[in-house]
T-cell receptor, first 111, second 114 residues
Framework: RKEVEQDPGPFNVPEGATVAFNCTYS??????FFWYRQDCRKEPKLLMS???SGNEDGRFTAQLNRASQYISLLIRDSKLSDSATYLC????????????FGKGTTLSVSS | DTAVSQTPKYLVTQMGNDKSIKCEQN?????MYWYKQDSKKFLKIMFS???????INETVPNRFSPKSPDKAHLNLHINSLELGDSAVYFC?????????????FGEGSRLTVL
């Protein structure tokens, strides 16, 4: 079983749509969870951390279900600039010195 | 000023050659990493150094040898390059003690082995 699995993409949506990405992780000892964003031919950048109680940052909402080892990202009112690959990331050790990345889900927002 | 800089950005070389990629961070972070992103876009950790000490060494051929002369630098040397080594190599750094989980990546070094 892969350590971090994500929805296969690509997701093609019109501007203004709401889109949700799912992710599951295999290591029940993982302590911290994140969503990163990677634009085409660029480096990944942190989008947001994911907290147990769920958290929101503008149009982005992240949820965590530790029992199911499941993480989600919801994007409301999609913009053209949201087009990118979204990477689900979990820590592999307690020290937090190893981040394990999912393969990513590609989002394409069109006008 | 670029926070994490790696050189070269592009590298095209023949099979069997030896090459190095350099990485420097000016963020004062205590931990540095090398990740490999292959043609299928899968980003996989290779090495992690904390305060110049190797703490993670994933299953990577021993043709790959990281070197950390100080906390701000982590270089990657690759011997006897193979076709399968073609990928984008990302250097990253983080401040583990801050526990934010934020990695700061360099722009990547695109290696093509012919």
């Amino acid at each position: 079983r892969k350590e971090v699995e994500q929805d296969p993409g690509p997701f093609n949506v019109p501007e203004g749509a709401t889109v949700a990405f799912n992710c599951t992780y295999s290591n029940s000892a993982s302590q911290s969870f994140f969503w990163y964003r990677q634009d085409c031919r660029k480096e990944p950048k942190l989008l947001m951390s994911v907290y147990s109680s769920g958290n929101e940052d503008g149009r982005f909402t992240a949820q965590l279900n530790r029992a199911s080892q499941y993480i989600s990202l919801l994007i409301r009112d999609s913009k053209l600039s949201d087009s990118a690959t979204y990477l689900c990331v979990v820590t592999a050790n307690q020290a937090g010195t190893a981040l394990i990345f999912g393969k990513g889900t590609t989002l394409s927002v069109s006008s | 000023d670029t926070a994490v800089s790696q050189t070269p950005k592009y590298l095209v070389t023949q099979m069997g050659n030896d090459k190095s990629i350099k990485c420097e961070q000016n963020l004062g972070h205590d931990t540095m990493y090398w990740y490999k992103q292959d043609s299928k876009k899968f980003l996989k950790i290779m090495f992690s150094y904390n305060n110049k000490e190797l703490i993670i060494n994933e299953t990577v051929p021993n043709r790959f040898s990281p070197k950390s002369p100080d906390k701000a630098h982590l270089n990657l040397h690759i011997n006897s390059l193979e076709l399968g080594d073609s990928a984008v190599y990302f250097c990253a750094s983080s401040h583990v003690a801050a526990n934010t989980g934020e990695l700061f990546f360099g722009e990547g070094s695109r290696l093509t082995v012919l």
